[in-house]
């Protein structure tokens, strides 16, 4: 097996930017693939062998292939967090999830109506921040293939996607919470009962979300791109 010259890696890098692929994962794959094929092969059959390769690996293919990785990230991610979320609920952890869970009650019962809906923003900001270090994280891993590839397109990790996706779902639904009241006028709504079973619901979910988001991206950083 030979090694590729400069001239025939930069050709294949054309070559695979020209598909104007988003997802850092696939192009590295493809990369691979393509490399390590033409490695095999003697140099005077670079030119047939790397037509043969775009002739399989076409524009259609390979966003094809992409928007499947896409939606397999999203799965990815999901069913990690919980897996490690089910773990709260196994021993020796649930100890520390009972216990949390009672002092987290009894400091929901204590706090004024008000005061709840304002203690939702102090996880929604740790995730935020977890969600911009793992951002920041990604960016540099993911800089060096866009360097690489010499790509005019931006070049994300479809799992760093995923994640920001799952953000703008939890500002979402924090958003709901308080504006859905307010736009249909309900008077004193933060004393409601469903409001405070709802901030309650939330905040749970919230501080879930973050552990198990930041526990997720500790297993998946050391192998992925992000």
């Not at 952890?93 to 706090?111: G, N």
């Not at 790509?151 to 939890?170: A, D, G, H, N, Y």
């Not at 979300?209 to 500790?218: C, F, H, I, M, V």
Request: hydrophobic letters at 45%; one cysteine or more; proline letters at 2%.
């Amino acid at each position: 097996m030979r090694k590729l010259t400069e001239q025939e890696l930069d050709q294949v890098k054309r070559a695979i930017s020209a598909k104007d692929l988003t997802s850092a994962e696939i192009l590295l794959e493809i990369y691979d693939h393509y490399v390590t094929h033409l490695e095999s092969f003697e140099q005077a059959d670079f030119e047939v062998e790397l037509f043969e390769l775009e002739q399989k690996f076409n524009y259609s293919y390979c966003h094809a292939l992409q928007a499947k990785f896409v939606k397999a990230s999203k799965k990815e991610i999901f069913n990690l967090q919980w897996s490690i979320f089910k773990t709260y609920f196994t021993w020796p952890r649930i100890v520390a999830t009972v216990i949390s869970l009672l002092l987290y009650t009894l400091l929901w019962i204590e706090v004024e109506n008000k005061t709840k809906a304002q203690l939702l923003i102090i996880p929604i900001v740790s995730i935020a921040i977890l969600s911009a270090w793992i951002y920041y994280c990604s960016f540099r891993k993911v800089s060096d293939i866009k360097k690489m590839m010499n790509s005019s397109k931006p070049i994300q990790s479809s799992l760093l996607t995923s994640i920001m996706l799952q953000l703008s779902l939890i500002t979402s639904s924090f958003n709901l919470m308080i504006m859905l009241p307010r736009l249909f006028d309900v008077p004193d709504f933060m004393d409601k009962t469903y409001f405070i079973a709802g901030t309650l619901a939330l905040f749970f979910i919230y501080v879930s979300y973050s552990l198990t988001l930041y526990e997720a991206w500790k297993i998946k950083s050391k192998t992925a791109l992000i």
